[in-house]
């Protein structure tokens, strides 16, 4: 290094970079603990119980935490009181647009569900400021109902079934839209609704990658359900189309452009049927929602009523549903195969409509990736192959990301109330 270069030196933080940074230290230990007492947090983060008991005053003042009584450790010396993270104040608000339905939910600084709303509806082909003003009415009514708990939405972000960069959906070939400034249109239309307000922040993201966030955080990969923790998987979801996102070491992996896991897209068959993206024989085309029901002789449109009659007949032996469910397991075992090849994660994630067409889905996927997986590592009925967790959804990842911004920076917005 140039030691006669300015830039090249690093600043050393001041104070009151320190306090900012420990005050999210301890917020985020209390968070993860689910409780814990002063005593119990200078032991986890480092830091003397002096400096830990004025960052928790600090943060009980400014509304992150609560006191839940005290705890006896069972030596001698006072109990310890315990900290939760506060079940009022800032919250987040996750808006998942689907082909057909929008989901609404608010979530508190634990990441605990507060308010969900769920509105069916077909979004195909309909003009996207139209689907995505009725969104912003669902959001609406939503905050007001975080409002009567004493929550507070500290942003907006809205989780889309396409290639999401810049504010904009790019493309998402089953809604029909190219290049829509979604963030812009969303955040006038909510505006609109709540002029006297002050505005919310809004961003937008593909939403098989908040799925998978909430799998991370909130899910079986979260160690919860007494399945082990996993921080390296491939997480898919069905629903119309197949979205994927790839989560390595407890990173989202993006890609150069931010496209990374568009795994429903893979080609299985050169000369297949055309796909909406323009392409022929995609995965989506043999695994979706859609081809699920026609291929079991349903109705594809027949949506959420069409998953459960499908699920039905599978369960009741009916060989048609079995036929498409187990040909749909093998074409994804088949892709999945390469994409573990290549990644190597700890476990493969299947969610939406996948998650309980698993008894008859993952056989046949979990034969073919243990032919193909190169490592000699996967075996039928090794745990790799997981439904996801009921608890984990996009809109519920959307919510959080804005919980998990306040979690890393309590004084910013703190600052921005009092400001």
Not at 51 to 58: G, M, N, P
Not at 125 to 152: D, M, T, W, Y
Not at 363 to 381: F, I, K, M, N, Y
Not at 395 to 410: I, K
């Amino acid at each position: 290094m140039n030691s006669n270069n300015p830039s090249a030196t690093p600043h050393k933080a001041d104070k009151a970079t320190v306090r900012r940074h420990n005050l999210s230290l301890v917020l985020t230990t209390v968070h993860d603990e689910g409780e814990a007492t002063r005593a119990g947090v200078a032991s986890r983060v480092g830091l003397t119980r002096a400096a830990v008991s004025s960052l928790v005053d600090q943060l009980l003042t400014d509304g992150f935490l609560t006191e839940w009584g005290k705890t006896f450790s069972g030596q001698a010396g006072r109990p310890g009181t315990v900290l939760k993270v506060a079940r009022t104040g800032p919250a987040g608000l996750g808006v998942e647009i689907n082909i057909d339905y929008i989901t609404v939910c608010v979530v508190d600084l634990a990441g605990t569900d507060r308010v969900r709303l769920v509105e069916r509806r077909d979004n195909r082909g309909a003009a996207p400021a139209a689907v995505l003003s009725q969104a912003a009415r669902i959001a609406a009514r939503a905050i007001e109902s975080a409002a009567e708990q004493e929550l507070r939405p500290v942003a907006a972000e809205l989780a889309l079934p396409g290639l999401v960069s810049g504010g904009a959906v790019r493309q998402a070939p089953n809604l029909g839209w190219n290049r829509v400034a979604v963030e812009g249109l969303f955040a006038q239309a909510l505006t609109a609704l709540r002029p006297t307000h002050r505005a919310l922040p809004v961003s937008a993201d593909n939403e098989a990658n908040l799925a998978a966030m909430a799998e991370l955080w909130f899910g079986g990969c979260a160690g919860g359900d007494g399945e082990p923790r996993v921080s390296s998987f491939i997480y898919l979801t069905g629903e119309i189309g197949i979205g994927g996102a790839l989560v390595l070491n407890g990173q989202l992996l993006r890609g150069a452009h931010g496209f990374a896991g568009e795994i429903g897209h893979v080609v299985v068959e050169p000369d297949g049927p055309e796909c909406r993206c323009g392409a022929r024989g995609c995965l989506e085309q043999y695994a979706g929602q859609a081809a699920l029901l026609r291929t079991a002789g349903l109705d594809e449109t027949a949506g959420a009523a069409g998953v459960a009659e499908l699920e039905s007949r599978a369960g009741a032996g009916d060989r048609a549903a079995l036929g498409a469910l187990e040909d749909a397991g093998r074409r994804l075992g088949r892709v999945l195969s390469g994409a573990v090849n290549l990644i190597d994660p700890d476990a493969v994630m299947l969610g939406g409509v996948f998650r309980g067409f698993m008894p008859w889905l993952a056989p046949a996927a979990d034969q073919e990736l243990t032919a193909r997986v190169v490592s000699g590592l996967w075996t039928p009925g090794n745990g790799r192959l997981r439904a996801s967790s009921s608890s984990g959804d996009a809109a519920r990842g959307a919510a959080a990301r804005g919980v998990r911004e306040v979690l890393a920076d309590p004084a910013a917005y703190a600052e921005r109330v009092t400001g």
